[in-house]
């Protein structure tokens, strides 16, 4: 709390000006006047007091009107404001109250209830300063945390002759322990994922970072393997580094991640207890489904990965995505499913398009409902 508040009164009678100036100011509190509701508006506007006492019958505006413009304001709305109401006018009182008022103040002013009241009002307001404080200080380190998590994800996707890849990723919250990656390794080949850590929030968001951390480093260890090779070594060392070294964390990510050779087509995969890619064929219907190959990633070190593979044909369209998106909720608690995805696929075979109009339906679709999951998309088509 300021050494010395500063509490503006507004009221258009000189005497009861005069007595509230004589108190606060032998309270050791500094005051601003006002004698009608519009000059008041403009020194809360203006001068931001600690706090107001309001007389609500005055001229030109009155202290109703005050209330309500200063409550509707996201700047001034904090301001605590005490009802300076007459004993008997209860009506005007209760009205104040439900307007925004913190308190109110019978006239006529009894010393020792006008100091309670008043160090009630500002001890509540210090608090409240200190709390929004807080709250920008901890959305600063999320926004933080945010631009530093973006670094994890690819800036741009690969650039392969012949195929197109395409992407859409949106955290729910500030972080997000959802990730996807797309990079070419030492021997032209595409290495891409889709992954989801369990939990919410900055924990969920740590992980992530590591995951993609050790998968990306780990991808690129040997020039000499083969791609189910180079899969089993990334997988199993990321699965074993994290459930040895943070067993008591109990962390854990599914992942669908691949390897694209661009001249064959040939994909070699691993799904790691995530949502079945899918294999989308001209005709815009499912003709394959890449359902797991093993179990989680990160929750016990030894777990056995097998590697799988498929042709891509000229007409196929892949794509992988997170659970995110089957679960996400609208307002009426309505999932969104895989149904409304394939109804999609069936105009749009091209990953680009595919992607742009997912990203519109499912904005549609979630409307004024608060994101639940991170939703994250990978899309690959030879082009």
Known sequence: MPQTPRILIVD????????????????????ITAVNGKD?????????????????????????TVLEKVKADSNIRNIPIIVISANNDLENMVKGIELGAEDYLPKPFEPTLLKARIQSCLEKKHLRDLQD?????????????????KEFLPAELPKIENWEI?????????????????FILPDGNLTFLVADVC?????????????????????????SLTPAQRL????????DYVAETHESANMFATIFIGILEPQTGKISYINGGNEPALIIGKDGK??????????????????????????????????AFTDGIPDTLNSNGEFFGKEKMLEILKSNTKPTDFVNKMEETL????????????????????S
């Open 363 to 382: 904005q549609t679709f979630i409307g004024s409902a608060e994101q639940f999951d991170d939703i994250t998309l990978l899309a690959i088509k030879k």
């Open 199 to 223: 939990g919410k929030g900055i924990g969920a968001a740590l992980y992530m970072t590591l995951f993609r951390s050790l998968i990306r480093a780990s991808s690129n260890a040997s020039d």
């Open 12 to 31: 258009d009678e000189p005497f009861n000006v005069d007595y509230l100036e004589q108190e606060l100011e032998d309270l050791n509190y500094q005051t």
């Open 133 to 149: 404080l807080y709250l920008k200080s901890l959305e600063n380190e999320l926004n933080i945390a945010r631009d530093i998590q």
């Open 40 to 64: 008041a508006l403009e020194k809360i506007t203006d001068e931001k007091p600690d706090l107001v006492l309001l007389d609500i019958m005055m001229p030109i505006m009155d202290g109703f």
């Open 166 to 182: 395409a992407s859409y990723f949106k955290a729910a919250k500030e972080v997000a322990g959802d990730f996807y990656d797309a």
């Open 232 to 239: 089993q070594h990334s997988v199993s060392l990321t699965n």
């Open 286 to 319: 499912v003709h394959t489904e890449l359902t797991p190959t093993g179990s989680v990633i990160g929750a016990i070190s030894g777990t056995k990965f097998s590697v799988k593979e498929i042709i891509l044909s000229a007409d196929d369209l892949l794509i």
